[in-house]
């Protein structure tokens, strides 16, 4: 049987609580929210915290979406499925309701929180693409107070973040651009699965051409650098069926997939 190590239990009442408790208790301290990515960890040992700090009573300081003329902003504890519920984030971002709709099932979706979601930094997690295509801004809070984090630089790795062990991700902004329009498109064994594959991608237009555009891939081990010549390809160019099939090219070269029992690498590649 599965299941986890000894740990204790604490509740936070704000978030100046919450980060308290995490500067007191150390690296041993984990935030659980939703715990749709923890709890699995925990009953298989992977993740072993000392300490459960429980933020579900901080909705009312982290969950919200607020979407203003430059700028989208969601809060740490918004549940995935307000997230696909929200018409004005689905204008303005279309990407987002693309990806929740794909996102496990509705358990977890009224459950797990777009926070969780980006804290546990699993390759094969659909809202990190989203929030890369984007050029999502992360927002920490520690003992010192707030900082920002671009999400290519909070992203360090699989399972890694660039938070401190003292720090909480309470905020996620989305700077929004006119003219701009997004999507994402997910391959699965099963609906609710992880990705076989899946790309994001958000493009800008002026006329007939494209002058901005962000690529992202799930769970085939895109290299970021390679990916900057799918942009390439992009920017600059009618938005064609030419042009896109010549980026999915250059994108199928910019990853390296492995074959597991979701398919081939080959088959993830195209």
Known sequence: MQVP??????????????????????????????GHS???????RIANPEYLIDINDLAGELGHIVVEPT??????????????????????????????????????????????SLCQADPAEDLSTVCEVLGAVVVAR???????????????????????????????????????????AKVERRVGDWAVAAAGSAVTLDRDQITAARVGLTAVNADSEALGAVTEALV???????????????????????????GTAEYKRH
């Not at 239990?9 to 609580?17: G, I, K, L, P, Q």
């Not at 660039?162 to 309470?170: D, K, S, V, Y």
């Not at 994108?251 to 979701?262: G, K």
């Open 5 to 34: 190590g000894p740990f204790e239990y604490e509740r936070a009442t704000s978030v100046d609580h919450a980060v308290g408790l995490l500067d007191r208790l150390g690296e041993g301290a984990f935030i659980v929210a939703g």
């Open 38 to 44: 923890l709890l699995p960890m925990m009953k298989l």
């Open 142 to 184: 520690g003992p010192s107070g707030q900082r920002e984090i671009g999400i290519d630089e909070f992203m360090v790795g699989p399972y890694e973040t660039a938070l401190a062990h003292n720090e909480m991700l309470i905020e996620v902004r989305i700077p929004l651009r006119h003219n701009t329009s997004s999507a994402y």
């Open 71 to 116: 700028l989208a902003r969601l809060g740490a504890m918004t549940r995935h499925r307000e997230v696909l519920e929200d018409t004005a984030l689905a204008q303005v971002c279309p990407i987002f309701a693309d990806a929740e709709r794909v996102i496990a099932d509705p358990v977890v979706r009224n459950r797990g929180t777009v926070g969780g």
């Open 236 to 262: 600059g160019s009618p938005p064609t069926e030419e042009t896109f099939a010549e980026a999915g090219r250059l994108a199928a070269a910019a990853c390296e997939p492995v074959t597991d029992q979701r």
